[in-house]
């Protein structure tokens, strides 16, 4: 998803000239640049982030941030990583962009001695709640990497902390200010797929997911490969699919009302704790069903949300929309008619009756849903996080977004676990 | 070299046949614009396919003719 970056003023600008403005006006980050009053910063007042966790997450928000920081007038204030490397080649990314941050290994540091605006927390993610919590006891708004906890508790926690301290909490769901789906989403809601049935969306890759050990030395397994223990993550359902059941809660606009699962450790039995292989269907009060899977065996399909409706589907990920009406038959009719002369009079007759047709998939190629795609979602992101901070506050719609994807990512991690189809339990709804 | 003379009768009638194959072809083709649903603009781009139909058509008709006229003239002889 993270493409070239174009500067906001260059984005709108295309954006203006590909006529999307008006379409656009309603979303979340355009929302976040528009003229109310800086109840937070004024704009002539120096932002100040700090980032906390400066692994591979961490360190591309910050070369982000840069991209946009001197325009913005955003600074890194500081830094904060347990693990020396970590924190280094993050400093040496601020000092080749003329920053010179303080460098904390104790994230309480950051909230103590920095007392940042805001940090963005790219933490393992069982290290996320702690964090975000105290940071909002201390009045600092909060980035958080998706997704929001490792536990359910953890992440109502964050929400309540939220509530009570009245700071901001974005949660790293970069795709709610991706313009394909800002505009895809737009017309969704307007009625074009018609009604929705089903979503299907899958995330695959074909790798071991692992990362590198320094000097191959297994001390250092956990913290790096965090991601494959179960004590610190979810693995493929914390780590991509909270994004894509964001999408399909987003699309659907609303929750789902059950989930059931399977799931397996298939292909890479190395040790690790989490599936390598994952299935779940959630169901929606309508009916509606989102069926999702992911593996790190096979990457064919790669990436996709399919939003499929009974006038046509969309495909975020690749920037395509689709009509139901058969838009192949595109012929004028009288080559559509010599054609189907020739047909009659050369096709063999069929051995299994008239009725026997297969049902392949329809070969149309669709059409870009904007045709501007060169950007970064979250470089937009992080451009409306700092406006966010300068008016003093966040869209509440987009933290819920955040929240009720953990929850759900959650709760399908459970019915995998338990082999039942689950319901949100009653303190978790918001 | 003697010169071919066609008389007038005949390239009358070779006109009126070429004028009712276009005009079948025609609406062959106003005939598949309704049955397809495709554009009435149709009617003016796809002339070269009515055009093609219509010569398809005319040399169906000479060949038709001509068989009509050996066949009579076989079966007048025989008479
Ligand atoms: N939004 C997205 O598209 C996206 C993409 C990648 C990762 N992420 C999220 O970002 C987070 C980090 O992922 P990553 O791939 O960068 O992992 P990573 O392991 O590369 O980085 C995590 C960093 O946090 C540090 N750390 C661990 N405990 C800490 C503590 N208590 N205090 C300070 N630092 C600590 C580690 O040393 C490491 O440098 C995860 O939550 C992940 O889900 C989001």
Redesign the interface.
């Known amino acids: 998803m993270n493409k070239i970056y174009q500067s906001r003023r260059d984005f709108l600008r295309n954006l203006a000239i590909t006529g999307s403005v008006a379409t656009l006006a309603a979303s979340p980050w355009l929302g976040a640049f528009s003229n109310t009053p800086f109840k937070g910063k004024g704009p002539n007042d120096k932002v100040r982030l700090s980032v906390i966790g400066t692994g591979i997450r961490g360190r591309q928000l910050l070369r982000l941030l840069f991209t946009f920081a001197s325009e913005a007038n955003v600074t890194v204030s500081s830094l904060c990583d347990n693990f020396a490397p970590h924190l280094e080649e993050a400093l040496e990314i601020c000092h080749l962009n003329g920053v010179k941050p303080k460098t904390y290994t104790d994230y309480r540091d950051v909230i103590e001695k920095d007392k940042p605006d805001a940090v963005l927390i790219a933490t393992p993610l069982h290290e996320h709640a702690r964090a975000t919590i105290d940071c909002f006891s201390a009045g600092i708004h909060v980035f958080c990497e998706k997704s929001m906890a490792r536990t359910l508790d953890d992440t109502r926690a964050m929400y309540d902390a939220h509530i009570a301290s009245n700071r901001i909490l974005v949660v790293g769901h970069q795709r709610l200010f991706n313009p394909v789906y800002l505009e895809g989403m737009q017309r969704i809601h307007n009625g074009e797929l018609g009604t929705i049935g089903q979503i299907r969306a899958y995330w695959h890759r074909n790798n071991d997911w692992r990362r590198p050990l320094p000097n191959n030395d297994m001390k250092f397994e956990r913290q790096i490969n965090w991601r494959l223990y179960k004590e610190y993550s979810a693995g493929l359902l914390t780590e991509l699919m909270s994004h894509q059941i964001q999408v399909a809660n987003w699309a659907l606009q609303q929750s789902p009302v059950s989930v059931m699962g399977t799931a397996s450790i298939r292909f890479w039995r190395d040790g690790r704790e989490v599936h390598d292989n994952v299935a779940l269907i959630y169901s929606y009060a309508d009916g509606t069903k989102c069926i999702y899977d992911s593996m790190i065996s096979n990457k064919k399909y790669g990436l996709e949300e399919q939003i499929m409706g009974h006038l046509g589907t969309i495909e975020f990920e690749t920037n395509r929309q689709y009509s139901e009406k058969d838009e192949s038959i595109k012929a004028p009719g009288i080559q559509q008619m010599i054609s189907d002369i020739e047909n009659k009079v050369f096709d063999k007759l069929p051995i299994g009756g008239a009725s026997w047709v297969p049902e392949i998939a329809v070969g149309d190629q669709g059409k870009k849903i904007i045709e501007n795609d060169q950007f970064s979602d979250t470089a937009l992101q992080l451009e409306a996080l700092v406006n966010f901070i300068r008016k003093g506050s966040a869209p509440e719609k987009l933290t819920k977004e955040g929240y009720n994807a953990s929850i759900w990512t959650l709760l399908g991690e459970n019915a995998i676990d338990t082999g039942q189809e689950l319901k949100m339990p009653e303190k978790y709804i918001i | 070299m003697k010169d071919i003379v066609i008389p007038a009768a005949r390239i009358k009638k070779e006109i009126a046949a070429v004028l009712i194959s276009l005009i079948i072809a025609f609406l062959?083709?106003v005939?598949?614009?309704?049955?397809?649903?495709?554009?009435w603009v149709?009617l003016f781009?796809?002339i070269g396919?009515?055009v093609f139909?219509a010569i398809i058509i005319y040399i169906i008709s000479v060949v038709l003719r001509a068989l009509i006229y050996i066949a009579k003239k076989v079966f007048v002889k025989k008479l």
């Open positions: 062959i083709n005939y598949s614009i309704i049955k397809y649903q495709t554009s149709e781009s796809q396919y009515v139909i």
